[in-house]
């Protein structure tokens, strides 16, 4: 099924539950009733601002990106309502009388119980003070005023979803999740992209029937393929041209940075082949380790061809996106010149074709969503 922006945080929040943990199998049955438990389990935004205006701008906007929206005019009256309420995160405004947005925020950051809620501070533009005085305090993101509507969506979505599946990580597995985010943000080329390969990896894992074991690795994968690139310059990262033979090597060395950083942890063990071997070629042409044929991990094959498919048909600086079409033409030129598992190519193909006939057949406004989104879940 394709899904728009709306209903797209819920099939990764529950898909993050389902995989994150491989004891929670029990809990991973999908079931209309589950799709309306989650409904009602929309996530929850606190907005502390003592400015009525600003806050009804942020409640009118969250509202309508389908969030239940709680609010509160002091710090004292915001600290309340988090205990009461619960919520996924908050907008706290900087200055307000009494308590400001500061303290709040290091009061929550200090309480256990609440420690883990994304705290995004609001503030005026260009306020470099504020900003620093922001991180500080714990914050985890900050908004200008006048709020842009596109950007508040973007951090909401990415700070909830990630609370939400901090809540299911240990201490550890959070940190790396965390680091991965980090790059994400610091390559703007890639956007979603992330996002959509973990949603992508869970479809197309349950299309060719892999164990759920596999599908959770490959939609860890997803997040944390990349992690490497922490470890690689922005003057080779962010570079738009092509690379010289040096900066190709630096680049190369992102898979196995990437391998040291998540070794340490059991539970990355089945995503260590993705993160190593995502970039070998089925004719022995790839790195890091040049692997040929059925030597290259079977995740690691399945992984890379959803990487490629969605930097295809992503928009980049130095490229439009495809069409569907176009991506599977390139991606079977690729085949013939040997570089990916023809049998492998040949399911995908057949995949995307079928979630492309499920979505000419759904209803005109799924039609319209998914344009907002190309990932399935
Ligand atoms: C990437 O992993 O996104 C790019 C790596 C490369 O250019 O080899
Ligand atoms: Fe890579």
Not at 197 to 215: C, N, W
Not at 286 to 297: C, F, S, T
Request: net charge negative; proline share 5%; aromatic share 6%.
């Amino acid at each position: 099924m394709l899904f728009g922006e709306h209903t797209q945080w819920l099939c990764l929040r529950k898909t993050m539950l389902d995989f994150s943990d491989t004891s929670s199998l029990s809990r991973s049955g999908t079931s209309s009733s589950d799709l309306i438990a989650l409904d009602s389990d929309r996530p929850k935004i606190l907005v502390i601002d003592d400015h009525s205006s600003s806050r009804m701008t942020a409640v009118a906007l969250l509202s309508v990106e389908g969030y239940e929206v709680l609010e509160a005019d002091s710090g004292p009256a915001g600290l309340k309502r988090v205990v009461e309420g619960n919520p996924d995160l908050i907008l706290l405004d900087v200055m307000m009388p009494g308590m400001d947005g500061f303290e709040v925020c290091q009061r929550l950051k200090e309480d256990e119980q609440t420690r883990l809620i994304p705290v995004v501070f609001i503030t005026a533009l260009n306020d470099r003070r504020s900003r620093i005085m922001g991180i500080e305090a714990g914050g985890d993101d900050f908004l200008s005023k006048p709020f842009d509507r596109l950007e508040l969506s973007a951090r909401v979505k990415s700070l909830v979803r990630q609370k939400r599946l901090n809540e299911d990580l240990d201490h550890a597995e959070q940190v790396l999740f965390s680091i991965a985010r980090a790059v994400e943000s610091r390559d703007p080329n890639t956007g979603d992209h992330c996002e959509r390969l973990v949603s992508m990896g869970k479809a197309f894992g349950e299309y060719i029937q892999l164990p759920r074991t596999d599908i959770r690795n490959l939609m860890w994968g997803g997040y944390l393929h990349d992690i490497g690139k922490v470890g690689i310059p922005d003057a080779v990262l962010l570079k738009k041209g092509s690379f010289t033979p040096e900066e190709r090597e630096i680049m190369i060395l992102h898979v196995t940075i990437g391998e040291k950083i998540c070794k340490p942890l059991r539970t990355m063990h089945g995503v260590m082949p993705i993160i190593r071997h995502h970039h070998e070629r089925w004719d022995g042409s790839g790195y890091p380790d040049g692997l040929a044929g059925n030597a290259i991990p079977y995740l690691a094959q399945v992984f890379q061809i959803i990487d490629i498919y969605d930097a295809l048909t992503s928009e980049r600086p130095y490229k439009r996106a495809f069409t569907p079409e176009e991506a599977l033409e390139i991606i079977a030129q690729e085949t013939e010149k040997g570089w990916r598992n023809p049998k492998l190519v040949q399911q995908f193909t057949d995949f995307i074709k079928s979630a492309q006939m499920e979505e000419t057949s759904a209803s005109p406004l799924n039609a319209e969503r998914s344009a907002f989104s190309s990932a399935e879940c």
